[in-house]
Structure formats: structure tokens, C-alpha cells
């Protein structure tokens, strides 16, 4: 993840079972960063959940 401009998470994850190949998704979600690094850290934190939902619905759309 980088805090400073442009601020994202970048996560990857590998999808796989006993019944197939599986697949790799990665997101890069970005978010806001502030000026100071109490705000950059609290914007780094608060971006994680929705950043994480957007890399498992991914997953689950992957044909």
C-alpha cells in the first residue's frame, strides 16, 4: 500500500480448489490521503475493509 499521493491498496490474492486450475485477482483501490500522518494512517486503515470487499467480489465474479 502506499499513504502518499496517490494513496491505494494494491492486494492479490490466489483462488484455487481440488476441482480446478484456480486463478490469481488483484485490486488496486485508491483512497484519499491527508497532509498530515495521524490522517494518512487513519485513511490507510479505513480503506482496508472496502478494499478487501472489492478484491473478494472480484473473486467471486471471475468466470
Known amino acids: 500500500m502506499s499513504s502518499v499521493s ?3 491498496w494494491q492486494i492479490t490474492m490466489a483462488a484455487k480448489s481440488t476441482a480446478d ?3 490469481k485477482v488483484s485490486v488496486k483501490y485508491p483512497f484519499d490521503t491527508s497532509w498530515t500522518a495521524a490522517g494518512a494512517c487513519k485513511n490507510v486503515a479505513d480503506a482496508f475493509g472496502t ?4 478484491l473478494l467480489k472480484q473473486v467471486m465474479t471471475n468466470p
Not at 478494499?51 to 472489492?54: D, K, N
Request: proline residues 10%; without cysteine.
Open 6 to 8: 496517490p494513496a491505494y
Open 21 to 23: 486450475k484456480g486463478y
Open 51 to 54: 478494499a478487501v470487499q472489492e
